[in-house]
């Protein structure tokens, strides 16, 4: 016989729109990046005819501005919000526990732990991938392609002012940090490629449920197990 299911109201309402929001933004930074990178076969006649490349420069600059708002608003809501929405931004590296924690996680996603733990946000190595590779990521994103976008504007924008004027020099040149932009994009795709796979496969053998609990709020646990979260 089951045992009956427990819930944790985990994700807040605000936390759940920045992650919808900011998953939207980044699938458009990623293909319209891509095609920026890449451009599309100039077609026959007049330029002004065929403003293709523009409107997709103008929807990567407008994921971009989303992009860097939203990790704002994501530094603000990890103080406002409870102590799931902190995971993120600060994790607890200074506790023995959350080590232990990881390395349970790579046995558990290496098949070789036999049960899996609980917790009601992230588990440790989930928040020790996204702080480094989607928290510091985002960052270097943000303030790459703020730097390259300045450029376009000149240099009596606020971008150029704010980015450009010590980005530029600090790399050596555009070019440069064109190159490190877009390697760091496919880095964020390979994310969230293994953070799909992740939730995906966390819903079907942990007995936990994940995808959902982005949409309610809610994480749901098929067992009464205590939780194992390190706070």
Same mark, same amino acid.
């Given at each position: 016989?089951?045992?009956?299911?427990?819930?944790?109201?985990?994700?807040?309402?605000?936390?759940?729109?920045?992650?919808?929001?900011?998953?939207?933004?980044?699938?458009?930074?990623?293909?319209?990046?891509?095609?920026?990178?890449?451009? $599309? =076969?100039?077609?026959?006649?007049? !330029?002004?005819?065929?403003?293709?490349?523009?409107? /997709? @420069?103008?929807?990567? %600059?407008? +994921?971009?501005?989303?992009?860097?708002?939203?990790?704002?608003?994501?530094?603000?809501?990890?103080?406002?919000?409870?102590?799931?929405?902190?995971?993120?931004? $600060? =994790?607890?590296?200074?506790?023995? !526990?959350?080590?232990?924690?990881?390395?349970?996680? /790579? @046995?558990?996603?290496? %098949?070789? +732990?036999?049960?899996?733990?609980?917790?009601?946000?992230?588990?440790?190595?989930?928040?020790?991938?996204?702080?480094?590779?989607?928290?510091?990521?985002?960052?270097?994103?943000?303030?790459?392609?703020? !730097?390259?976008?300045?450029?376009?504007?000149?240099?009596?924008?606020?971008?150029?002012?704010?980015?450009?004027?010590?980005?530029?020099?600090?790399?050596?040149?555009?070019?440069?940090?064109?190159?490190?932009?877009?390697?760091?994009?496919?880095?964020?795709?390979?994310?969230?490629?293994?953070?799909?796979?992740?939730?995906?496969?966390?819903?079907?053998?942990?007995?936990?449920?994940?995808?959902?609990?982005?949409?309610?709020?809610?994480?749901?646990?098929?067992?009464?197990?205590?939780?194992?979260?390190?706070?």
């Amino acid at each position: 016989m089951n045992a009956p299911a427990q819930s944790v109201y985990a994700y807040e309402k605000p936390l759940r729109l920045w992650h919808g929001l900011n998953a939207l933004a980044i699938v458009v930074l990623a293909v319209t990046g891509y095609l920026i990178a890449s451009p $599309l =076969p100039s077609p026959a006649g007049e !330029a002004s005819e065929h403003f293709l490349m523009g409107y /997709i @420069r103008f929807a990567h %600059f407008a +994921a971009g501005y989303i992009l860097g708002i939203g990790l704002l608003f994501r530094c603000y809501w990890a103080y406002a919000g409870n102590e799931h929405a902190r995971q993120l931004l $600060l =994790p607890p590296l200074l506790k023995p !526990a959350f080590w232990q924690g990881v390395l349970h996680e /790579i @046995r558990w996603y290496a %098949f070789l +732990a036999g049960e899996p733990k609980k917790y009601a946000g992230h588990n440790p190595l989930a928040v020790l991938a996204m702080h480094f590779l989607y928290v510091w990521a985002s960052l270097f994103m943000i303030i790459t392609g703020f !730097a390259l976008y300045g450029e376009g504007e000149g240099q009596s924008s606020w971008q150029y002012a704010l980015f450009s004027s010590w980005v530029l020099p600090l790399f050596g040149d555009s070019q440069t940090v064109h190159t490190w932009h877009h390697l760091v994009m496919w880095l964020i795709v390979c994310f969230v490629l293994i953070h799909i796979y992740v939730a995906v496969r966390e819903d079907k053998l942990s007995r936990q449920s994940v995808l959902s609990a982005m949409v309610t709020g809610w994480r749901t646990f098929k067992d009464d197990r205590p939780l194992d979260d390190v706070h």
